[in-house]
DNA sequence: TCCTTGAATAGATGTTTGTCGAAACAGGAT
DNA sequence: ATCCTGTTTCGACAAACATCTATTCAAGGA
């Protein structure tokens, strides 16, 4: 499972919102980012790899943090990783998962104008 | 319609994702935003209002640029005002929507570490 | 007043999504 | 090999959602 590919993330690019109109395929791309981000759970998760020690958080402390059964864990960290916002990676009994920063920065850019050359 | 209040918005706040896990009603708040962002359409609506000149648009403008009946249109449109990411304003025939900016800038900051200062 | 046009609401429908329990898989320890 | 614990996949189901048609509301112009 480690080396999965970001499906969309990293060319999920384009200028600010204020500046140009999407394009219909921009929009989509973007999208699955937002949508990605659009369940509380999925937005907890994410905050709590990223401000982990580390930089980094395993299934097993992120599962403790929620009263939900592990599968359902299992399947939002899932949704996260296709979205190429997180990866996982397995270290002997646990799995950790660490954010890609460069697409919050990027998704973060989009939404301000005069944001473009934020990009990496 | 025009003096709908932001029912999310303005107070969906918090350090950026990095630096602290968000609390759960933080988390369901900010997902609130996201999701009314997670739909192509929506996302082309708001860049479209975002971008237009004068900072406004009317629906008429909004419409013609959809395969999508006025309705549908219509529907996403209350979605992102209800999110409070946009207002839209009654003037004779047509109505007129602009974005709130400061709301953007919000979700943008929570996105990057250190944009805490970035708020109003 | 009535009619026309722009926009929102109501109701219906097919699809997507969040959640669970059960089962499968992975790795360590006994 | 056999268990045990941690994680993911599978199958199912209810709630939420995007879209449509038909209807209603708002504002002007005849």
Redesign the pocket.
């Known amino acids: ?1 480690s080396k999965q590919l970001p499906l969309v993330a990293m060319d999920a690019c384009c200028s600010p919102l204020a500046r140009d109109p999407l394009t219909a395929d921009q929009a989509v791309e973007l999208s699955k980012l937002f ?1 990605a981000m ?2 509380p ?2 937005l907890r998760l994410l905050s709590l790899i990223a401000s982990h020690a580390g930089g980094e958080a ?3 402390d992120l ?1 403790d943090a929620f ?13 996260l990783r296709e979205s190429g916002l997180i990866t ?1 990676e ?1 270290r ?4 950790y998962y660490r954010v890609h920063p460069e697409v919050l920065a990027r998704l973060s850019a989009v939404l301000v104008p005069g944001g473009t050359e934020a990009l990496a």
Do not use: E
């Not at 002997?92 to 799995?95: F, P």
């Open positions: 499972m949508k659009s369940d759970v999925r395993c299934v097993c599962t009263d939900l059964t592990g599968p359902t864990i299992s399947h939002h960290l899932k949704v996982g397995r002997g009994t646990w799995v």
